[in-house]
């Protein structure tokens, strides 16, 4: 493939036009400078990485190979692209495009995020676009600046210009195309997934604003910090005004947020939860909950088919940052580092989201089990059921995405689960030589029982209670962010825990 060996990319301008205008004499300038340095640490608070930064050694975890690639068009946007790619991938394989947080490079996030394992495990091949200190001080992308953010200009057009050349490059399916990114880099990806739902299947915003937030430098803190008290629809309508005209369909979005996040604050997460339930007109009541590792509630939002079209998750107790999961296990993903924090393999789940460990040209072997169905049959139990597979010598059981049995039967039940919780299960077909085949639709069941979790009470005492927090005399739900109104002991509502750390408003429903 006509990939150029590893090197630095074209030196950018001395002085782009945000150092111009920043650099005016008198106060003017100088506050712009403090505005701009702020909105950048106030994202991801650390020490700059200049774009031309070369790679460091490969990890020998990697199968395939890490490498920059020029020449991959106009670059309006003066970024750097590189790639990575499993060995032997074949055409036809999805594409992912992660983008960084401030101050990191891409060779950061190849290195932590577990991307590359997720791409050796599930086939696909990886974008990993990068920014520098010449088109913002800490390596932000510029998710704030409407010339940078829109459809076909700046940062946002280079990125699709990488898209176009990673086609070229991997034979892409690109039905199959997806962005994810953390902080600056999540809030580049959200305003992507309006800028072209015609090039990204789905999405994956980590600690980052709702699309469109900010046009403007000025804008960046609030939207970070505070409630916008915009609605539903006027969330989604920053959407549709990034491509006019677009009937749909629409990306599937996973929104991953920490509860005690004060860089980007959780109420961030509520208004992107608001902004794509409202764009796929499915509403803001969810389809279903569950419990994940790491403290993480999966707060469901599906289609009309039944198909997950927008997720949330909640992470108790993290701050800001990509939740990994270092470790062996299929669940586990990724190493540690500065803003990349053990928690959960939030790639791992992200690529469970989007379908990629399943469906398509990579998945070898016999086709998925039909008619599976899961039936709670007793606090602690669920049994399973599914059609046999022509060829297959057992099948193999996921529960919440990690296999726990292989029988070799049609029929199988869990034991020794909690009471009250929503539990998925998936069944795939094995065949002889031991491949597992495509993994059969997710059907989610909740066992019966589990204590009663609601408090009704004013806002001074939810938040002295920690159910909530307080943000500028405003009072949030603790893991839903949802608004509750002001701190004090005259407003009261009810709030239901619907996992660890993470509660929703019940009014009337408890």
Same mark, same amino acid.
């Given at each position: ?56 050694? $490969? ?28 060995? !032997? ?79 070229? @490059? ?11 990114? @953390? ?12 800028? %072209? ?32 008290? @915009? ?15 677009? +009937?749909?369909?629409? +990306? ?9 996040? #004060? ?13 794509? #339930? ?22 469901? %939002? ?5 198909? +997950? /079209? ?62 599976? =169905?899961?039936?709670?049959?007793? &606090? ?12 297959? $010598?057992? %099948? ?11 029988? #070799?039967?049609?029929?199988? #039940? ?20 031991? =491949? ?11 066992? +019966? &029982? ?14 002295? /209670?920690?159910? /909530? ?6 009072? %949030?739900?603790?893991?839903? &962010?949802?608004?509750? !109104? ?25």
């Amino acid at each position: 493939m006509a990939v150029s060996p590893t090197a630095a990319p074209t030196a950018p301008p001395a002085a782009p036009p945000t150092d111009r205008r920043i650099h005016r004499a008198g106060r003017a300038g100088r506050a712009a400078l403090v505005a701009l340095l702020t909105a950048a640490a106030l994202l991801l608070p650390g020490t700059s990485t200049p774009a031309s930064a070369g790679p460091a050694p $490969v990890p020998t975890a990697a199968a395939g190979t890490f490498q920059q690639v020029t020449g991959f068009g106009s670059n309006p946007g003066n970024l750097a692209m590189y790639t990575y790619a499993p060995a !032997g991938l074949p055409g036809g394989a999805p594409l992912v495009v992660a983008l960084h947080g401030c101050t990191q490079t891409a060779d950061d996030y190849y290195r932590h995020s577990g991307w590359p394992e997720l791409a050796d495990r599930y086939g696909f091949a990886v974008v990993f676009p990068q920014t520098g200190a010449a088109n913002n001080p800490l390596s932000c992308f510029r998710w704030f600046d409407a010339a940078q953010n829109s459809r076909g200009v700046g940062e946002a057009a280079s990125v699709l210009q990488m898209v176009t050349r990673a086609g070229a @490059l991997f034979g892409t399916d690109r039905g199959r195309v997806f962005v994810t990114g @953390l902080s600056a880099g999540g809030g580049m990806a959200a305003d992507l997934l309006a800028d %072209y739902p015609d090039v990204f299947a789905g999405g994956a915003v980590d600690a980052g604003p709702p699309a469109h937030c900010a046009a403007a430098l000025s804008a960046a803190s609030s939207c970070q910090n505070d409630d916008q008290r @915009l609605t539903p629809a006027q969330w989604a309508e920053k959407v549709r005004r990034a491509d006019p005209g677009h +009937p749909g369909p629409w +990306p599937r979005v996973a929104i991953w947020q920490g509860t005690t996040d #004060t860089t980007v604050r959780p109420v961030n997460a509520t208004e992107l939860r608001d902004q794509w #339930t409202e764009v796929w007109g499915i509403g803001q009541t969810p389809s279903g909950t569950r419990s994940l590792p790491g403290g993480t509630t999966e707060t469901r %939002y599906d289609d009309a088919g039944g198909r +997950p /079209a927008v997720a949330l998750y909640s992470i108790a107790g993290m701050g800001h940052g990509l939740a990994v999961a270092p470790g062996p296990g299929t669940d586990r993903c990724g190493s540690t580092g500065a803003y990349f924090l053990d928690a959960i393999c939030s790639g791992y789940h992200t690529a469970l989201f989007w379908g990629l460990d399943s469906g398509g040209p990579t998945v070898p072997g016999l086709p998925a089990p039909s008619g599976l =169905t899961a039936t709670a049959t007793g &606090g602690d139990t669920v049994a399973l059921g599914w059609q046999p597979v022509t060829g297959a $010598v057992s %099948y193999r059981v996921f529960r919440d995405g990690a296999p726990v049995a292989d029988p #070799t039967g049609t029929a199988w #039940t869990d034991g020794g689960l909690s009471a009250g919780t929503a539990y998925a299960y998936a069944v795939a077909a094995v065949a002889a030589d031991g =491949t597992t085949g495509a993994r059969s639709t997710t059907v989610t069941v909740t066992t +019966p &029982g589990g204590p009663a979790a609601c408090w009704t009470t004013d806002n001074y005492h939810q938040v002295a /209670a920690g159910r /909530a927090t307080l943000t500028g005399g405003l009072v %949030y739900a603790l893991g839903s &962010g949802q608004a509750m !109104g002001l701190w004090n002991t005259f407003t009261v509502h009810t709030l239901r825990r619907t996992g660890p750390g993470y509660y929703v408003l019940a009014d009337g429903s408890c």
